[in-house]
């Protein structure tokens, strides 16, 4: 099974859609709150070049994938959702 972080704020409206978008599907994630994680926010800046959020990070079979904002499509792919 699939590994889901999810870096988020509690205003991101996009950061929403996504967790609901996994709470619906019965996906577990874990949530980073970058407005009161500054070490993790520095980290989220680090590995993707971004500063915006949502920035969802996937690790599956021994890959990660990457995706910033919000691409349920994307994320349906990646997770092997119909």
């Known amino acids: 099974m699939a590994e889901v972080i999810i870096y988020s704020t509690p205003t991101c409206g996009f950061c929403t859609l996504a967790k ?3 709470n619906e599907k019965g996906i577990e994630f874990k ?3 970058v407005s009161v994680d500054q070490e993790e926010a ?3 800046v680090e ?3 971004q500063m915006g959020v ?3 990070i996937i ?3 021994g890959k990660e994938e990457v995706i910033v904002g919000f ?3 994307q994320l349906m ?3 092997g959702i119909e």
């Open 31 to 33: 949530e980073i709150d």
């Open 54 to 56: 949502p920035v969802i």
């Open 47 to 49: 590995k993707t070049g």
């Open 42 to 44: 520095q980290k989220m």
């Open 20 to 22: 609901d978008f996994f």
């Open 71 to 73: 691409d349920q499509a």
């Open 59 to 61: 690790n599956k079979d």
């Open 77 to 79: 792919t990646i997770l």
